[in-house]
Structure formats: C-alpha cells, structure tokens
C-alpha cells in the first residue's frame, strides 16, 4: 500500500507565500508523475501543476510565473512554492501520484487527504 501525505498550509495574507510539501510512503519502487491540485468552495477540483519523475513541468494558466512545482526524488516528495498569494488562492490543495509499488503494482491515482490554504485580503 502507499500513501501520500501533505504539509504546510495555513493562513497567509494577500501578496504572502506558503510552501506546501507532500511526502509518499509505502512499498514504492517508483514514482511517475506528481502533481498539485485544488478545489476552493463550490468549485469543481482542478490541476494547479504537474512533474514527471525527469522533471518535466506543466502549470495551469492561472498559476504560471506564481508558483513553482519541484520534486525530491529521493525523498519521493514534490513541493509547490506559492508566491503573490490572491485571495482566489484560497482552497484545499491536493497532491496526487503515478506510483509503481515494488511488486510491481500500479497505483494511477494516488491522492493525499488535502491542505487547506486560506488567503485573507
């Protein structure tokens, strides 16, 4: 079984940043890509950014030049560094995973149980 598990939100204030850590666990052999998504009130889920294992970016529209995804692939953890935080922020933040168990299993879709991240204006 594998898990993944988020850090490091919070409360900021507008124009502040946070950096928010996710961390996997379990029988892993390898990790694909990882990613980052939110989902504020009312609203559906949605991809905030993506990282292949060679560390390959993708960043949804709204997000690029703001934040920056990275992973330690070692530690099996990716990270989202959040700048200029906007009230429109505001959300539960997401991580998700392509793992490969040891026994060679596949685990598509992996999610962590969410962070919350609350910017005040």
């Known amino acids: 079984q594998v898990q993944l598990v988020e850090s490091g939100g919070g409360l900021v204030q507008a124009g502040g940043s946070l950096r928010l850590s996710c961390a996997a666990s379990g029988s892993i052999f390898t990790i694909n890509d990882m990613g980052w998504y939110r989902q504020a009130p009312g609203k559906q889920r949605e991809l905030v950014a993506t990282?292949?294992?060679?560390?390959?970016?993708n960043y949804a529209d709204s997000v690029k030049g703001q934040f920056t995804i990275s992973r330690d692939n070692g530690k099996n953890t990716v990270f989202l560094q959040m700048n200029s935080l906007k009230p429109e922020d505001t959300a539960v933040y997401y991580c998700?995973?392509?793992?490969?168990?040891?026994?060679?299993?596949?685990?598509?879709?992996?999610w962590g149980q969410g962070t919350q991240v609350t910017v005040s204006s």
């Open positions: 998700n995973a392509d793992i490969i168990g040891t026994r060679g299993t596949r685990f598509r879709d992996v």
């Open positions: 990282i292949s294992s060679a560390g390959s970016t």
